[in-house]
Nanobody, 121 residues
Framework: VQLQASGGGLVQTGGSLRLSCAVS????????MGWFRQAPGKEREFVVA???????YYVESVKGRFTISRDNAKNSVYLQMNSLKPEDTAVYYC????????????????WGQGTQVTVSS
């Protein structure tokens, strides 16, 4: 499984970005998909995930601002980020969970290379 994340960039506070993650392979519809982020000097943290059944779960800090979606026909998952804040600045990673609890980071066994999101104040 290979993942390619894109769409990061530099935006001002209050701006928007849409991240995309393309996933190789024939089994995309069976995968749970997650977005994680890692800020400088901090641990990588869970942001949002969408299950193979299209159930979505958001960390509290991004609820109402971020929206995850998936397109199984395009083997892709997206993260629409609105009302961005400086604290959203991080490298964002998409990841695949093939089995298990899609809310648990330990179930994600395949990771993309990350895309930088920088929000200026």
């Amino acid at each position: 499984v290979q993942l390619q994340a894109s769409g990061g960039g530099l935006v001002q506070t209050g701006g928007s970005l849409r991240l995309s993650c393309a996933v190789s392979g024939r089994s995309f519809s069976t995968y749970h998909m997650g977005w994680f982020r890692q800020a400088p000097g901090k641990e990588r943290e869970f942001v949002v995930a969408i299950s193979r059944d299209f159930l979505a779960y958001y960390v509290e800090s991004v609820k109402g601002r971020f929206t995850i979606s998936r397109d199984n026909a395009k083997n892709s998952v997206y993260l629409q980020m609105n009302s961005l804040k400086p604290e959203d600045t991080a490298v964002y990673y998409c990841a695949v969970s093939e089995n298990g609890n899609f809310l648990m980071r330990s179930t994600y066994g395949h990771w993309g290379q990350g895309t930088q999101v920088t929000v200026s104040s």
